[in-house]
């Protein structure tokens, strides 16, 4: 079956096991996938070097190319060094696209069901973005948001949950899904043998009641939120076009521990925005210890062409990744305290190799002699290398 190698979200992660199947069935065994993500620079120039290396090592290689950054600029990623082919990213869970050219995105298309191999599997049931973040390239790279009917989610769900113990609801902009809540209780209902359902990133302004009901009565809802913040000052978050403020992101930190006290909270967060300056960073890293903000996604801001934030006056990078680091101390910081919190608890892990695992909160677990795919009980005993230490229970 062909390789795949992947960039971004785990939204691509998903989406990349599906293409593998789909391009052996196009004739294409031997190829490399390209996954592309354009969300950086920096990630943009991983794919292009993966590409070059790939070509190098292993000529003659059909290498196929998508994602996102080659859906924005078909042409560019097709004058790479061994490219077969590129094909548009919201056809490539299709199989006739794959000898299609790339395409305009439009809300008709369909989306796929993408699963993820491993003990995890990503079920993507939400495609697309209607908003317009300054910061943001993404919706010319996915297209308009679309969802997946809850029907077809949960037969899908359930096909997962034979073969797995835990899986992933993802999207671009998951909680613009139109039915998320009805989606969610749909799958725990229809599916009881599924142990863990858990969420990917979420827009805190799209978080209504109906939710916040869910997520306090249904345990095998994972008590884990990972929130698209991207700032903790109100000021920036006017510029980059978001929808909450830093009063909102406080309010539902404490909204979400009133619900379920463990409950561990991440973030993805940028760093070095356009005017950002020194007292409107520090607030944001106020913020990560203010909401408890144990898991951070940490990005120095990258400047994406065609999009309003790469116009406005822009910080030296040097600077912006000098307080990314700071920004990621800060949650190194209260990531150590939320695992301390953990200590002489008993936690389940879902194992997935070299004797390491996942709690319910995502927390990475150490546990000799465990194997893979299995849910075990196991007592946490310290803490090192930013991971829990336990034992079998």
């Known amino acids: 079956m062909a390789e795949a190698i992947t960039f971004g979200c785990r939204l691509n992660i998903a989406e990349s096991e599906t293409m593998r199947a789909l391009a052996a069935r196009a004739g294409f065994a031997d190829a490399l996938i390209v996954n592309t993500c354009a969300v950086t620079g920096e990630a943009e120039a991983q794919a292009r070097q993966a590409i070059r290396r790939a070509a190098r090592e292993n000529p003659g290689?059909?290498?196929?190319?998508?994602?996102?950054?080659?859906?924005?600029?078909?042409?560019?990623?097709?004058?790479?060094?061994?490219?077969?082919?590129?094909?548009?990213?919201?056809?490539?869970?299709?199989?006739?696209?794959?000898?299609?050219?790339?395409?305009?995105?439009?809300?008709?298309?369909?989306?796929?069901?993408?699963?993820?191999?491993?003990?995890?599997?990503?079920?993507?049931v939400q495609q697309g973005c209607d908003h317009s973040c300054t910061f943001c390239i993404i919706p010319q790279g996915r297209g308009p948001a679309?969802?997946?009917?809850?029907?077809?989610?949960?037969?899908?769900?359930?096909?997962?949950?034979?073969?797995?113990?835990?899986?992933?609801?993802?999207?671009?902009?998951?909680?613009?899904?139109?039915?998320?809540?009805?989606?969610?209780?749909?799958?725990?209902?229809?599916?009881?043998?599924?142990?863990?359902?858990?969420?990917?990133?979420?827009?805190?302004?799209?978080?209504?009641?109906?939710?916040?009901?869910?997520?306090?009565?249904?345990?095998?809802?994972?008590?884990?939120?990972?929130?698209?913040?991207?700032?903790?000052?109100?000021?920036?978050?006017?510029?980059?076009?978001?929808?909450?403020?830093?009063?909102?992101?406080?309010?539902?930190?404490?909204?979400?521990?009133?619900?379920?006290?463990?409950?561990?909270?991440?973030?993805?967060?940028?760093?070095g925005f356009?005017?950002?300056?020194?007292?409107?960073?520090?607030?944001?890293?106020?913020?990560?210890?203010?909401?408890?903000?144990?898991?951070?996604?940490?990005?120095?801001?990258?400047?994406?062409?065609?999009?309003?934030?790469?116009?406005?006056?822009?910080?030296p990078m040097p600077l912006r990744r000098e307080r990314a680091a700071r920004l990621r101390q800060a949650g190194e910081a209260e990531r150590g305290r939320f695992l301390a919190s953990r200590l002489g608890m008993l936690e389940e892990v879902l194992m997935e190799g070299d004797g390491q695992g996942h709690t319910r909160h995502f927390a990475p677990v150490k546990l000799p002699g465990a194997a893979r795919g299995q849910l075990l009980r196991a007592r946490i005993l310290s803490v090192m290398d930013g991971k829990l230490i336990g034992e079998a229970a």
């Open 274 to 315: 356009p005017t950002e300056t020194e007292e409107q960073l520090c607030a944001m890293v106020d913020l990560v210890a203010e909401a408890r903000l144990a898991f951070l996604h940490v990005f120095p801001y990258s400047a994406r062409a065609g999009t309003p934030a790469a116009r406005m006056p822009q910080l």
């Open 146 to 271: 679309r969802a997946m009917p809850v029907a077809e989610a949960v037969s899908a769900a359930r096909d997962l949950a034979a073969r797995h113990a835990e899986i992933v609801l993802t999207g671009v902009d998951l909680a613009s899904h139109p039915e998320l809540t009805a989606l969610i209780r749909a799958i725990l209902r229809e599916v009881p043998e599924l142990p863990r359902l858990r969420l990917s990133s979420l827009d805190p302004a799209m978080l209504g009641e109906d939710f916040w009901r869910l997520f306090a009565e249904e345990e095998r809802l994972m008590p884990h939120l990972h929130l698209s913040a991207q700032h903790g000052h109100d000021l920036i978050l006017k510029r980059m076009k978001r929808r909450h403020s830093r009063a909102d992101l406080l309010q539902l930190s404490t909204r979400a521990r009133a619900l379920r006290p463990d409950v561990a909270l991440g973030a993805d967060l940028i760093a």
């Open 61 to 124: 290689r059909p290498i196929l190319v998508t994602g996102c950054a080659a859906q924005i600029a078909p042409e560019a990623w097709a004058a790479l060094p061994g490219v077969a082919r590129v094909i548009g990213n919201g056809r490539k869970l299709d199989p006739a696209a794959w000898a299609a050219p790339v395409a305009p995105i439009s809300r008709d298309m369909p989306m796929g069901v993408a699963a993820g191999g491993g003990t995890r599997a990503f079920l993507a």
